[in-house]
């Protein structure tokens, strides 16, 4: 397939979404080692004012059906071939969205921007609130489908140029969205404009303050997800960006995932030609890796440099 | 008032060159490239010639990282193997550094050094090779190497040429074992600016290392104007104004000139600030290059010769890219420093592949019967030397520049240092925002006073 794709992944200079600054230092050079999309190399660097870590040059909107292929997890993370790490998954899930959204009013509105196939929003509509108003966006025509599938009421836009009424959210949510984007100080204002005054926005994105990233960050972190993460941060950069859009931090903390170790490994071992049955102990479908991992990143949660970001910002009152 | 911004101009459209228009655009301005010669790419020129054997005018070393920030990974090919030897007889060939460790007279020297010698002035290449390394490595291999390509006695260069390998022996040992396990040229130490790692390996373009400078330029908004030589730098209270290319005088508050420092000051008028750099030297080199048969004639890629050879480097790139020579073919490059008008330089090419033939038996002992042709390039600006007779002005051009505002050196001639292509881009990536913002700055400045004057004459 690489030689086939090869020449449909165009790539465009960018600047730090933060700064505008072009001047980012190499950080980690990587290949698509997990869908392996395309034969390009991908180099992520560091802006030496903001911190942010992004992918310069990166593929083109035109390329985006290229690097995500049909058989992209977010779009297909089921029950049916993920059981176990599905069940688990959903139950902690579940409780983190539910405790962010403590004190919400019983008719809130709620919106997941980049919804993906409705995962989130389905685990509110079956353990929150009933009165809950369930809303998403997504970009993705294949996500939306599958979304809409579960009979959730989703968008298919930016949500920049959503329907949804301004000021007319309480909470929103962006789980594992923000990195996949282009512009991530756009969409925080945008979504700062759909958000009442005081309401809030719940965010996790892969933490680049974490040992992982510390340890694989030359090229095998499973968090580049190369190359579909754009932009990555830690907790200075997710200030500054959180500045940039006007939004407050009412709370910046990170929290246990067992993905990027999991993908740190696995991609190494790909990279060194280890064989498959190695490699496949290491997958979102291997549990006692992901079980092994989850204790471990624990700990480093405990000390505040867990594998997420977990960030809640606030529209000013 | 006026709305145009002068261009940037950019002397020169080999790599330095295209790189900076590059990085220009990138900061939003505009950059018109002039290049004297015929063609682009300049000392980065490649060719294949009719057998099918591919050429670059001299050695680079391009990588992953380089690559995949021009956006070029996907057209290049990995390096299965990279490695350095040095010759020291028949039969013994220590690997480059690690290996020299296994010689027990080096170890031995190198520890009697450290443990006799007390601190003393080590800014002469000669002491400061002895002491690093001990007198017995520094005396049979390091000091011959660095008189071979600097063309002047250790005791007349500084020491600051050595400041040029950025690995330690343990990451060196690691950066190895990685190169061994991923079967990929692992660089190590071929980067000032940035750092060895794991992850980061020799590649090769396809169509060579001209496709490299093919592809910036294809992606500047302006093309490169050929043919166009750079004939004067005017400049004002030590700031330049304009420039004369091609017998046209145009206004501009910005050069980057790639062109070797000491070339550079002749085109000045109007300040003497650069003619302390006039005196600056770089050594020649006269590089054979001998088409062969059968492969891995060498015991490594590259062999460094300190004694009993002509040449101080022999090279057999096929080793490191089988693709670059039909199968069971090779090319082997011997490498003579030189300087033009020296008996080197002025060999005939039959007397200069003669020389490489009839001495090349130690490592390759039936080169005659294998030889199928050979090619010979004289190449004048090999390496900066730095002599110790112009030491502080050197390190007053790195470290504050040409002292013309608006007037930058850039690239390994312009700089005068010994860095390789991914360094030139390092550089110019932190370098360029700044003369962008000062670029931009003068530009204001110059348009509201040209604005105030024509308000003046409306008045």
Known sequence: MAADERESVTLENVACCICGGVDGTPVGVGEDFEYHTTSHSFLAVRCPRCELIYLDPRPTPASLPVIYPDEYHAFAFDEEQFGLVHKVR?????????????????????????????????????????????????????????ARGRGLDVEEQPVETSALAPGSIDFALCIQTIEHVGDPVAILRAIGKLLKPGGRLYLITDNTGSPDFKITKGRHWGGYHFPRHWNLFNKASMRKLAEAADLEVAKLSTTTSPVNWTYSVRNTLVDWNAPSWMVNRFSLKAAPALAAFTAFDTAFTVIGRGALLRVILRRPQ | MSTSTPPVIVLGGGIAGLLAA?????????????????????????????????????????????????????????????????????????????????????????????VRRPKRDLSVAADRFRHDYGRKLADEVALPLLEAWSGLPADQLSASVIDKIPTGLAQTIWLRMAQRMTKRAVMIGYCKEEPSATGVFHVYPDGGIAAICQHVADGLAQPVQVGQPAEKIYTDGERV????????????????????????????????????????????????????????????????????????????????????????????????????????????????????????????????????????????????????????????????????????????NGEFDHILMEDTFWRLRRRIPAIARDHHRCSVVASSIEGVHNEHSTA
């Open chain 1, 90 to 146: 959903s139950r902690l899930e579940a409780r983190r969205l539910l405790r962010a959204g403590r004190g919400l009013p019983a008719d809130a509105h709620v919106l997941d921007v980049g919804c993906g196939d409705g995962f989130h929003l389905d685990l509110l509509r079956q353990h929150g609130p009933k009165g809950w108003q369930l809303h998403g966006v997504d970009t993705d025509a294949r996500a939306v489908a599958a």
């Open chain 2, 22 to 114: 590059h990085e220009l655009g990138r900061n939003g301005v505009a950059a018109e490239v002039y290049e004297a010669g015929p063609r682009i790419a300049g000392m980065a020129a490649s060719h294949t010639d009719a057998d099918g054997f591919s050429y670059d005018v001299g050695a680079h070393f391009v990588t992953n990282r380089f690559m995949a920030a021009l956006g070029m990974r996907a057209n290049c090919r990995v390096l299965p193997r990279y490695g350095e030897v040095v010759h020291l007889s028949a039969k013994k060939h220590p690997v480059y550094p690690i290996g020299l460790l296994g010689v027990p007279r080096f170890v031995r020297s190198a520890v009697w050094e450290k």
């Open chain 2, 241 to 412: 104004v304009g420039v004369r290319i091609a017998g046209r005088d145009i206004e501009t508050n910005t050069v980057i000139s790639t062109l070797p420092i000491n070339r550079l000051t002749q085109l000045i008028e109007g300040s003497d600030r650069l003619d302390r750099f006039r005196r600056f030297q770089f050594r020649g080199l006269v590089l054979v290059n001998l088409k062969l048969t059968g492969r891995e004639l060498l015991p490594d890629v590259i062999v460094w010769t300190p004694h009993g050879f002509p040449y101080f480097r022999v090279t057999e790139a096929p080793m490191a890219m089988p693709w670059i020579a039909p199968v069971d073919k090779t090319m082997i490059l011997c490498e003579f420093g030189a300087q033009p008008g020296d008996e080197v330089w002025a060999m005939t090419d039959e007397e200069a592949v003669e020389r490489c033939v009839s001495t090349l038996d130690p490592l390759i002992p039936d080169v005659r019967s294998r030889l199928l042709g050979a090619s010979v390039l004289r190449q004048p600006l090999g390496y900066p030397v730095f002599a110790l007779d112009y030491e502080p002005d050197r390190a007053a051009l790195a470290a504050e520049g040409t002292g013309i505002a608006g007037l930058h050196s850039v690239g390994r």
